[in-house]
Every structure is written in C-alpha cells, then in structure tokens.
C-alpha cells in the first residue's frame, strides 16, 4: 500500500483492474486516472468515500481491512456491531442467531455501536450553544475529509465531537479496566459497514487515539455469518450480548436519525453530490438561520454504505422496525454519562487542501492560465479517453507536466486529419493510455 | 489572470454564478480559505447588487500572486446618496426584492468591511462602478 500522511482504506489490485475507468468518472476529488490500461490514485486526494469501490465492475478495488486471525490475540475480544447489520439479514433470521453465530465465530462479548447515541446527543445539544453555525455533523468520515480536501474554509463548522463508535469503544475500555481485567487482555473491534470508517479509526481527525484494536468489513463478516447460518454450523461457544439500545440509537445511522433529536433548525442530507452542492452554497454564505447540518456521503446515509450489500431502502425500513422494537430510553445511559464523553481529546480539525496546480501562487496562476488556454482546445464532452476524468482534469495534468496534449482523442484526429499525426503515432498513443492488449483482435 | 463575466438585471436564478467562479478558481490556486470567504462576501453583495437594481453589468477580475482586482460595472439607476447607502440597513430595494430574501441593505458596509481597499464610482442615471481590492 502507497503511505502517505494519511491512512487510506483503498487500495486498486492491478491484476484485476481492467482499466474501465469507471471509477474515474465516479470520483469526487478526480483523484483518479488511467494510464497503461489502470487504473491509477491520487493519493493525497482520496477522501476514502468509496464510490470507486461501490461501482468498479471487476471489485478490482480492495479495502484495507485487519486481518480478522488477529481478534484471537486477545482474551476478550469484543464486538461492536452497527443497527445496520442486523438489517442486512432477512427478516426470518432471528437477531438471537446471528448473536450465537457471532459468538461461535470468535467474539467473547457484543455490544450495539450506537449504544452511546444517547449520551451523545445530550452532550451535542450542549456543544451547539457555543458552536459556529450552522454546525456539521462529524458522524461521517467521508464529509469530514471532503470538507478538509473541498472546502477547507469550513473546517470550524465540524463539530469537535466523537462519533459513537469511539464512545462506546471508550466505555468499554473503562469497563474492563473497572473489572480489574488487564488492558492488554482487551481487543475491541468495530463491524464496519463504511470504507471511511476505517481510515478515520486508523488515522482520526482532530489528533485522537482510538481505543479501537481491528476493523472488520461488514460485506467479508455477513458472509461468513451468512454461511454459517445456512451450514447450521453448531453453537458450542457462550456469547456475553448486551442488550442495551434505544430506538434512537438504532436509527441515528438512518437518514434524520440524528437531526431529529437536535434542537433548533437542521437539515439532513445524504447522498455525496447533494453534500457537495449544499456545502457550495453555505461557502458562498448563501445559507442563513440553520443551526445544524447533517451530512452523510452515501444515499440513504448507513443504509446506503459501501458495505452494506443488501437494497438501501430495505434496510433502512428493516432499522425502523427493529426500532419500532425498543424503548426510547435504555438503561445504561447514565453510566455513559459518568464514564465517557464526546468531548475529550479532539484537537481543531486542520483542513487538508488539495495542491490542484503549485504551491506558489506566481507559478499556480501560470500554470491555470495554461490549463484554461488548452481547455478551449478540447471538445467539452468529458469522454475519459484520455484517461483524465474531464477536459478540465486533462488540461490541468498537462500543465503539470503529467499529461500530453495528444492524449486528447479529437486533437488526434485533427491532427490526423491535417497529416500532422500518422496512424502510427495514434496507436501508441491509445495503447500507452488504454493498454496494448486492449488494440489485440480477441477470437 | 483576467476574468469576465456578464451579469443581468433581475436575474435573481443565477445570481452568485460569478462569485461561485472566483471562488472555484480561488481555492484551486490555494489561496488562503479565510482570505477566499472575504473574497466570495463582498463579490456576491456586490453581484447580487447588479441583480436587484441594476439593467446589466460586468464583472471583472484579475488575479495576481498579490491578491484580487475586482471591478464591477453596471447600467443602472446609480446611487443618488453615496453616503446613505452605505449604511448599514438603509435599502432601496423593492418588497420583492426583500421577499426573495436580497435587499436587507447590508450589501456596500459589509463589501467595505471584506475589502482591503473599496471604492464606488456612481452617476444618477447611468450606473455604478465598485472597485474592491482583497490582498492574498
């Protein structure tokens, strides 16, 4: 895996990727391109969404994941499982069995993630009197680095709060320590069903230490609970579940699960373009009176996530029901409250820019008027058989020394046209692009 | 750099396309955020401002390693009392104009306020001229 500052949860397996470009065209930062029939990262761009991963046809994407052998290194080893697992079963299969699956499987005790929602959303509804409005939700991973890459002038809006998963990982580190079982004894690991997830946990926002030890992907999980279910593989392993979640934790993942409970005026909005486009308008201070903004990168927020494999809708109707199942209030809320908070250890969440074309503004606005000159040189249709995501993208690349003016199609056959470019030369131009084997008559 | 865009009177749908833009181009050449928000304040006020009184205008924009010249001209009615609108909450704007949720009147004191340098250049019956400087 390429290393940079950032721990990135995505990796692209050369030998599967077919150089579709799918990904390219899916990619809100254009941090993708194609090159030798590849598909290639911008690494310091990627913002972890997993919209690549979701749409790539050959799941040449992989997410970077613990190796799941690693959860024996513990003697107790805990499970912290979102509402939108559960959801991803049929509604045949009884949560008491995927419970015992769970533990057969390896996991000595299970906890629901959102089981600090509670407290949570107190200590948020404090943290709003004396926060920059409109306040951003710093539930989803994905926006929190989106608006450090895109909009880094609204990095103070992000609320300086930790999500669930690291308060109910808190508490049960302080639990244990309360049982007098040794630290070391202790592995907690987080179900995920987000690729962000996973690197916001690897490498946090805001200078926090997770006390989290693995993360395990969701989609690889259900699978290996799915097939034990249909192996009726036997139970012979004990599992500690507790039980303890209100309905308002099961659906704080679900579009509005979180807004609803925040006073004032709020707004909830999924889905990575509608994100984008109302994060354009509150730069531009186009937005007045909302005191709270809930952000999630995928359509129909938890339910949508990249992980997840079942239809969103049903999933998201699935938590309402299992909602619909358990009180308002659950009993360990002022436990969490004595032990726990949302508000320690978060640092000021710096923003990340991207260096679209220099670091020195003499040499970036040469270079952007080099970009915009050749822009009007290219069609506008934003094919992608150049390898960049847009005309745009190519005429910024080729400023920066990354890519040549031939590689745009309609130039070639300019050139071509006025016996400027021979056959030849277009070959090799397309197969340094797209791969030489793509130019090979298949039988 | 030297941009150019062409603003119409009462065509309150696309206002902001100009400052939206700038802005673009501004975070691309990695100017400092808190500089682009002061950027993106005074030139949606002043677009916003061609929009609700003026017949149509232009903006122009030059970007240097120093910071950003922004000219905007319009024709339009001009301003009879410089003075005056440069008050805060002082607005000529029709009701509909306000229900649209523009003409608070707080357009010209909070251009001043984001601008390094500003000045208004205005004749009654012919149009205004805004020159707003923001250093990088």
Redesign the interface.
């Known amino acids: 895996m390429s290393q940079t500052t950032y721990h990135r949860a995505l990796e692209i397996m050369s030998d599967i990727c077919i150089g579709c470009s799918h990904c390219m065209k899916v990619c809100p930062t254009e941090a993708l391109r194609v090159s030798g029939g590849k598909a290639k990262i911008h690494v310091d761009w990627c913002i972890d969404c997993g919209e690549c991963f979701r749409i790539c046809p050959t799941r040449a994407i992989r997410v970077m994941d613990d190796d799941f052998k690693h959860i024996f290194d513990f003697k107790h080893r805990v499970l912290l499982v979102p509402s939108v697992f559960y959801a991803q079963f049929d509604e045949n299969i009884s949560i008491e069995k995927i419970y015992a699956i769970i533990g057969e499987l390896g996991f000595t005790e299970i906890c629901a993630v959102e089981q600090s929602v509670d407290s949570l959303l107190n200590e948020e509804n404090e943290y709003l009197k004396n926060a920059v409005m409109p306040a951003i939700s710093s539930f989803c991973p994905s926006v929190i680095r989106l608006i450090q890459v895109?909009f880094?002038?609204l990095v103070d809006h992000i609320m300086q709060l930790l999500p669930p998963i690291e308060i109910t990982a808190q508490y049960y580190k302080n639990k244990f320590k309360r049982e007098g079982i040794p630290e070391s004894d202790l592995g907690i690991f987080y179900l995920t069903p987000c690729i962000g997830k996973i690197a916001a946990i690897k490498s946090p926002v805001g200078g926090y230490a997770s006390p989290i030890n693995g993360v395990i992907n969701m989609d690889f999980f259900f699978n290996k609970v799915f097939l034990a279910y249909k192996q009726k593989l036997p139970i012979t392993q004990t599992v500690k579940v507790s039980r303890e979640i209100s309905s308002k934790g099961v659906l704080f993942p679900t579009t509005g699960g979180e807004s609803v409970h925040i006073e004032g005026k709020t707004l909830a909005i999924d889905g990575m373009a509608n994100v984008i486009d109302f994060l354009?308008m509150l730069?531009?201070?186009?937005i007045?009176g909302v005191d709270f903004l809930e952000l999630r990168a995928c359509d129909e927020s938890c339910a949508g996530g990249i992980l997840s494999h079942r239809n969103r809708f049903l999933i998201a109707n699935s938590m309402k029901e299992y909602a619909a199942s358990k009180p308002e209030k659950h009993n360990l809320t002022e436990d969490y409250k004595k032990y726990c908070s949302a508000v320690i250890h978060m640092e000021k969440i710096e923003?990340r820019?991207m260096?679209?074309?220099?670091?020195d503004?003499?040499v970036?606005?040469k270079k952007?008027?080099g970009a915009?000159e050749l822009k009007l040189l290219f069609p506008g249709i934003d094919c992608g058989a150049c390898g960049a995501p847009s005309c745009e993208a190519l005429a910024e690349d080729i400023v920066k020394d990354q890519a040549d003016i031939n590689s745009c199609i309609f130039l070639r056959t300019l050139y071509e046209k006025r016996g400027e470019m021979s056959l030849e030369e277009t070959i090799a131009i397309m197969e340094n692009i797209w791969g030489k084997d793509r130019f090979i008559k298949k039988k | 750099m030297h941009l150019e865009y062409n603003v119409e009177g009462g065509d309150f749908t696309r206002a902001g396309f100009a400052s939206s833009q700038i802005k673009k181009t501004l975070k691309q050449l990695n100017v400092d955020a808190t500089v682009i928000k002061r950027v993106v304040v005074a030139l949606y006020e002043a677009e916003v401002n061609i929009v609700a009184h003026a017949y149509r205008g232009v903006i122009y924009a030059d970007i240097k390693g120093a910071g950003i010249q922004l000219r905007l001209e319009d024709e339009g009615p001009g301003i009879a009392d410089v003075d005056m609108a440069m008050k805060r909450g002082f607005s000529t704007a029709s009701r509909e104009v306000r229900e649209m949720g523009f003409g608070a009147g707080m357009g010209l004191p909070n251009i001043s306020e984001n601008a390094d340098n500003f000045s208004i250049e205005t004749t009654v019956g012919k149009g205004t001229t805004l020159n707003i400087e923001i250093k990088f």
């Not at chain 1, 260096?355 to 670091?359: F, G």
């Open positions: 895109r880094p002038s354009e730069e531009n201070e186009e007045e923003p820019s260096v679209k074309y220099d670091r503004i003499e970036a606005i952007m008027e915009r």
